[in-house]
């Protein structure tokens, strides 16, 4: 169908405001041209960019009424990332694209963070307000294989997986696709029933529908990216070169617009002459526009214009959208999500930059708590960098906004694979700044300020020597083991499994040996304050504010000891404490009982130290040792007034026969109960170690009694011969 010649529009950046800054605007070419172009505007991986301090989308709407583009459209993950944008599932995020006159994305990863009802529409957030298509040619459910996402039947069949716009007078393909990478980047509960089918196949299906064939042009929205960890039949330009060297496709021309990689590409990505990729990075940073070439497509131009560069004035409408949802974002994070925080948790600059602090072992801990269950491979261990923690957490109510507060960049929950060498060597380049003249905790030198000091879980210890070289200081790293429950050394050649944060598990503050292919879960303000909200079974004494670092600990090389790699064997310890503690004090002396409870305290601490309860590794030889204290503890104890030494004031009576009057002496009836004596004593819990003093006592009693039975019949018989 041949369509109406239009005079090409040329974008031309014609006054400086201020250095660094360009007023944009439409004007036409002086030669008017005789030839058939459009001109679409875009953008991707938003991630919830609006609010008073973040105009962006006020002055893209402005923009695009200077332009006029006939599309606008964008890659996806648009509604999760801030706070602001988070807090009601996208709504407002919505309200907004709605009214800068958004026409179609594609469904993102990110899109299923707040569930696939949200994302339907059958649940209150982005979906349910949203006035244009959100599109998906390759998300299935699993069980029927029927597709998840429709298009709105004001612009297209009802069952159709694609759009057919028709505007100014063009026909126009729109088609989605989304990374099937989306089974791990967000939470398994939110996907649950729900598929992905390889790209190519599915948006080859789509160009190609009888349906479409009559299209001027196609505009492929794809939430693919271009990162290499990526399988290739996933990536966008992968699939930009299918589709260019299919053979059905030569007369066809197509728009891809990216996502998912956050990747700039300046100029576009030309492949033959029928396939243009185009990416414009993230978070609003720029905004992209093609000026579309109908006539010769090969000349067709892409260009990415910085946000920064833009000077006009905030569109109005969309200011008033955003002060709203401004105000009402200050409501919802009011929320008390804590009422009785009982810790003042750390997170001033000059701590967390620097050493442990009681935050980010609790905010690490709560990855963790998330990554067991939340990622395909439960997490081994979770570090986050000190400069992404921004504020302390004080005693009493917490509420979500301090939450925000502590964690305010909309970072996003990942995890990633890393072989021990990797985990060695990022903790050696934490742990790599010049040393202060001043001590830490341990009488080390402290290190200096660094934004990429990394805080860990309670799932690994760190210990490193600071007076040491940089890249030298780093002595053992230990990981909880689940099978031997208990810390292990590193296994330099081993796979683990790390949480953290986007930022680092992209190679951020420098942290080049990380990268390659991640996992990713919902933002991790939204992780942490879900851990304090709803864990009834945190134990804040982990978290005490006044102890020493217990994770990351300074310690002397010479000092240091090298745990042992073979599994230890302490049900024994567990089997003589047990014991122990069944023993009550009544019937032991102080001091006895006392050198048992300390036995005790020394065989729990090392079992504490086993799961990973206080920084000092133990070996088997401390285990075998604590059994013995025991042991010896248990033998030694003395009934209370049965091993007192004799008073030496009191001596034995030796008590005077009267040979004239035989009745028995009363010193012998009423014998004293000398110190050190008892009348009665059960004693057969006591070691056997000699002859009872009872037994002495009662046998110079029987002698006594003997002799005077002997001296009674002498007198008497002496008395029968008379």
């Given at each position: 169908?041949k369509?109406?010649?239009?005079?090409l529009?040329?974008l031309s950046l014609?006054?400086?405001?201020?250095?660094?800054?360009?007023v944009?605007?439409?004007?036409?070419?002086?030669?008017?041209q005789?030839?058939?172009?459009?001109?679409?505007?875009?953008t991707?991986?938003?991630?919830?960019?609006?609010?008073?301090?973040s105009?962006?989308?006020?002055?893209?709407k402005t923009?695009?009424?200077?332009i006029n583009?006939l599309?606008?459209?964008d890659?996806?993950?648009?509604?999760?990332g801030?706070?602001?944008?988070?807090?009601?599932?996208?709504a407002s995020m919505?309200?907004?694209?709605?009214a800068v006159g958004?026409?179609?994305?594609?469904?993102?990863?990110?899109?299923?963070?707040?569930?696939?009802?949200?994302?339907?529409g059958?649940a209150?957030g982005?979906?349910?307000?949203?006035k244009?298509?959100?599109l998906?040619?390759?998300?299935?459910?699993?069980?029927?294989?029927?597709?998840v996402f429709?298009?709105?039947?004001?612009?297209?069949?009802?069952?159709s997986?694609s759009?057919?716009?028709?505007k100014?007078g063009?026909?126009?393909?729109?088609?989605g696709?989304?990374?099937?990478e989306t089974?791990?980047k967000?939470h398994?509960?939110?996907?649950e029933?729900?598929?992905?089918?390889?790209?190519i196949?599915?948006?080859?299906h789509?160009?190609?529908?009888?349906?479409?064939?009559?299209?001027?042009f196609?505009?492929v929205?794809?939430?693919?990216?271009?990162?290499?960890?990526?399988?290739?039949a996933?990536?966008s330009?992968?699939?930009?070169?299918?589709?260019?060297?299919?053979?059905?496709?030569?007369?066809k021309?197509i728009?891809?617009?990216?996502g998912?990689?956050h990747?700039?590409?300046?100029?576009?990505?030309?492949?033959?002459?029928?396939?243009i990729?185009?990416?414009?990075?993230?978070h609003?940073?720029?905004?992209g526009?093609?000026?579309?070439?109908?006539?010769?497509?090969?000349s067709?131009?892409?260009?990415?214009?910085?946000?920064?560069d833009?000077?006009n004035?905030?569109d109005?409408?969309?200011?008033?959208i955003i002060?709203?949802s401004?105000?009402?974002?200050?409501?919802l994070?009011?929320?008390v999500?804590k009422?009785?925080?009982?810790?003042?948790?750390q997170?001033?600059?000059?701590?967390?930059?620097v050493?442990?602090?009681?935050?980010?072992?609790i905010?690490t801990?709560?990855?963790?708590?998330?990554?067991?269950?939340?990622?395909?491979?439960?997490?081994d261990f979770?570090v986050i960098?000190?400069g992404?923690?921004r504020?302390?957490?004080?005693?009493?109510?917490?509420?979500?906004g301090?939450?925000?507060?502590?964690l305010?960049?909309?970072n996003?929950?990942?995890?990633?694979s890393?072989?021990?060498r990797?985990?060695w060597d990022?903790?050696?380049?934490?742990l790599?700044t010049?040393v202060?003249?001043?001590p830490?905790?341990?009488g080390?030198?402290?290190?200096?300020?660094n934004g990429?000091?990394l805080?860990?879980?309670?799932?690994i210890?760190?210990?490193?020597d600071?007076?040491?070289e940089?890249?030298s200081?780093?002595?053992?790293?230990?990981i909880y083991?689940a099978?031997?429950?208990?810390?292990?050394?590193i296994?330099?050649?081993?796979?683990y499994?790390?949480?953290?944060?986007?930022?680092?598990?992209a190679?951020?503050?420098?942290?080049?040996?990380?990268?390659g292919p991640?996992?990713?879960g919902?933002?991790?303000d939204?992780?942490?304050?879900?851990f304090?909200?709803?864990?009834?079974f945190?134990?804040?004494?982990?978290?005490?504010?006044?102890?020493?670092?217990q994770?990351?600990?300074?310690?002397?090389?010479?000092?240091?000891?090298?745990?042992?790699?073979t599994?230890?064997?302490?049900?024994?310890?567990?089997?003589?404490l047990?014991?122990a503690?069944?023993?009550?004090?009544?019937?032991y002396?102080?001091?006895s009982?006392q050198?048992?409870?300390?036995a005790?305290?020394?065989?729990?601490?090392?079992?504490?130290?086993?799961?990973?309860r206080t920084?000092?590794?133990?070996?088997q030889?401390d285990?075998n040792?604590?059994?013995?204290?025991?042991e010896?503890a248990i033998a030694?104890?003395?009934?209370?007034?049965?091993?007192k030494?004799i008073?030496?004031?009191?001596?034995?009576?030796?008590?005077?026969?009267?040979?004239?009057n035989p009745?028995l002496p009363?010193e012998?009836?009423n014998?004293p109960v000398?110190?050190?004596?008892?009348e009665?004593?059960?004693?057969s819990?006591?070691p056997?170690?000699?002859?009872?003093?009872?037994?002495?006592?009662?046998?110079?009693s029987?002698?006594?009694?003997?002799?005077?039975?002997?001296v009674r019949?002498?007198h008497?018989?002496?008395?029968d011969n008379?």
């Amino acid at each position: 169908m041949k369509k109406p010649k239009i005079i090409l529009l040329v974008l031309s950046l014609l006054t400086l405001i201020t250095p660094g800054h360009l007023v944009l605007s439409v004007a036409a070419d002086n030669a008017t041209q005789d030839v058939n172009t459009v001109t679409i505007m875009h953008t991707n991986d938003m991630h919830g960019r609006f609010g008073t301090k973040s105009l962006g989308l006020a002055h893209i709407k402005t923009l695009k009424d200077e332009i006029n583009p006939l599309l606008l459209v964008d890659g996806g993950d648009a509604f999760q990332g801030l706070p602001i944008s988070n807090v009601d599932k996208g709504a407002s995020m919505a309200k907004i694209m709605n009214a800068v006159g958004y026409d179609a994305m594609v469904v993102g990863n990110h899109e299923f963070d707040f569930g696939t009802a949200v994302a339907l529409g059958e649940a209150e957030g982005f979906g349910s307000n949203l006035k244009f298509p959100v599109l998906s040619s390759n998300t299935v459910y699993t069980e029927s294989n029927q597709k998840v996402f429709k298009e709105s039947i004001l612009i297209s069949k009802p069952s159709s997986n694609s759009a057919l716009i028709e505007k100014d007078g063009y026909k126009i393909a729109v088609i989605g696709a989304t990374t099937p990478e989306t089974q791990t980047k967000t939470h398994p509960k939110n996907i649950e029933g729900i598929s992905w089918l390889d790209p190519i196949p599915t948006v080859t299906h789509e160009i190609l529908k009888e349906d479409y064939k009559d299209a001027d042009f196609y505009v492929v929205l794809t939430h693919l990216g271009i990162d290499n960890e990526t399988k290739d039949a996933w990536r966008s330009d992968t699939l930009a070169h299918s589709l260019s060297e299919n053979s059905d496709m030569k007369d066809k021309k197509i728009l891809i617009v990216d996502g998912h990689s956050h990747t700039p590409i300046e100029n576009g990505i030309h492949v033959g002459d029928n396939v243009i990729l185009v990416q414009t990075g993230e978070h609003l940073n720029n905004v992209g526009l093609v000026t579309l070439n109908l006539d010769d497509f090969s000349s067709s131009v892409a260009k990415l214009i910085p946000l920064k560069d833009i000077a006009n004035q905030p569109d109005p409408e969309i200011m008033e959208i955003i002060q709203s949802s401004d105000a009402a974002y200050s409501d919802l994070v009011s929320k008390v999500i804590k009422e009785n925080n009982p810790i003042n948790f750390q997170g001033q600059r000059d701590l967390v930059r620097v050493q442990e602090t009681n935050l980010g072992n609790i905010i690490t801990d709560s990855m963790v708590a998330y990554g067991k269950e939340g990622f395909k491979n439960p997490t081994d261990f979770a570090v986050i960098n000190g400069g992404g923690i921004r504020a302390n957490l004080a005693k009493g109510p917490i509420t979500l906004g301090d939450v925000i507060s502590v964690l305010p960049f909309g970072n996003v929950m990942s995890q990633i694979s890393v072989t021990g060498r990797q985990v060695w060597d990022m903790f050696e380049f934490s742990l790599r700044t010049d040393v202060q003249d001043v001590p830490d905790h341990n009488g080390l030198p402290k290190l200096g300020s660094n934004g990429g000091f990394l805080h860990v879980s309670d799932t690994i210890r760190i210990h490193y020597d600071s007076s040491k070289e940089a890249s030298s200081r780093v002595l053992g790293i230990d990981i909880y083991d689940a099978e031997q429950d208990r810390l292990i050394p590193i296994d330099l050649e081993k796979t683990y499994y790390m949480a953290t944060n986007d930022f680092l598990a992209a190679g951020g503050d420098g942290y080049s040996m990380l990268g390659g292919p991640r996992e990713e879960g919902p933002s991790l303000d939204a992780v942490f304050a879900d851990f304090m909200e709803h864990n009834a079974f945190i134990d804040w004494e982990r978290y005490d504010e006044n102890q020493n670092p217990q994770r990351i600990i300074s310690i002397l090389e010479k000092d240091y000891t090298i745990p042992s790699v073979t599994p230890l064997e302490f049900e024994a310890l567990e089997q003589i404490l047990d014991k122990a503690k069944a023993i009550k004090p009544n019937a032991y002396t102080e001091e006895s009982y006392q050198n048992l409870q300390d036995a005790i305290a020394v065989g729990e601490s090392y079992l504490q130290s086993l799961t990973m309860r206080t920084a000092q590794p133990v070996s088997q030889d401390d285990i075998n040792k604590a059994i013995a204290q025991i042991e010896d503890a248990i033998a030694n104890l003395k009934l209370k007034d049965i091993n007192k030494p004799i008073v030496e004031t009191e001596k034995p009576v030796t008590p005077e026969i009267d040979t004239k009057n035989p009745s028995l002496p009363t010193e012998v009836v009423n014998k004293p109960v000398l110190s050190g004596e008892q009348e009665t004593s059960n004693i057969s819990t006591l070691p056997k170690t000699g002859i009872d003093n009872h037994y002495i006592s009662g046998l110079g009693s029987g002698l006594a009694v003997l002799g005077w039975l002997l001296v009674r019949g002498i007198h008497k018989k002496e008395t029968d011969n008379q």
